[in-house]
């Protein structure tokens, strides 16, 4: 099956600690992109990668880091300078960065702060 | 600040009767998207419209866009239990790279 998966489902977290959420696809898409979604809100870009070993800040990465060493893995960290981390995370693709390009989602992680 | 809102931010209509869910934004866009977001799950992509386009159509979905008013609008015909869900739509400003969403509607279709 191809797709787009986020693990885990669900987080916990202590203040204080770092946490990493895991965002695959198999599609092959070049493009990749982190959201953040409040309750009752819309989503807020956090990151996103047009090709491999490059990627660019959204708009909230303050308190977010990510990496693309390999085209099909997009990992977000979450690091303790982000104040108010609890929240749905999604994980979105897509065939090229332009924008004509349906994004293709993840089924979200959810973040809570203990 | 949020390039597109939706109206109404919630909407609640019997099974069988048509939605009609709005979108305004502010600024030049290339091509406007909605998409569907089932509670706690992630988002599907349900229909995009150009912005030289003014309606399309996708099984029971019609999309309209007025770039004169910078609006656009979703309507479900023949709404079924199974539409509940929120609905946002997502611009791409021109020379961006980018979607920047709405905050959606949420629509519950009672049975």
């Known amino acids: 099956d191809g797709g787009i998966t986020q693990s885990p489902k669900y987080l916990f977290r202590k203040e204080g600690q770092n946490v990493t959420l895991s965002c695959e696809q198999n599609l092959n898409h070049d493009a990749m992109y982190w959201y953040r979604q409040d309750p009752g809100q819309g989503l807020r870009l956090i990151y996103y990668?047009?090709?491999?070993?490059?990627?660019q800040k959204g708009d909230i990465a303050e308190g977010y880091s990510v990496s693309r060493e390999k085209k099909e893995s997009f990992p977000l960290t979450v690091t303790s300078a982000q104040k108010n981390p609890t929240a749905f995370y999604l994980c979105?693709?897509?065939?090229?960065?332009?924008?004509?390009?349906?994004?293709?989602f993840g089924p979200g992680t959810r973040l809570t702060v203990l | 600040s949020q390039q597109g809102e939706e109206d109404p931010q919630a909407l609640s209509i019997q099974e069988g009767e048509n939605a009609t869910m709005n979108c305004s934004y502010k600024t030049s866009i290339n091509n406007l998207q909605w998409y569907r977001q089932n509670s706690g799950r992630g988002l599907v992509h349900l229909i995009l419209?150009?912005?030289?386009?003014r309606e399309k159509h996708s099984g029971r979905l019609r999309v309209t866009l007025d770039t004169s008013k910078k609006s656009s609008s979703l309507l479900i015909t023949a709404s079924r239990a199974a539409d509940t869900a929120s609905y946002f739509c997502a611009t791409v400003i021109q020379g961006a790279q980018k979607l920047v969403f709405g905050q959606g509607t949420r629509l519950t279709i009672n049975p």
């Open positions: 979105a693709s897509a065939v090229q960065a332009g924008s004509y390009n349906e994004q293709f």
């Open positions: 419209i150009r912005s030289n386009e």
């Open positions: 990668s047009q090709i491999v070993n490059d990627f």
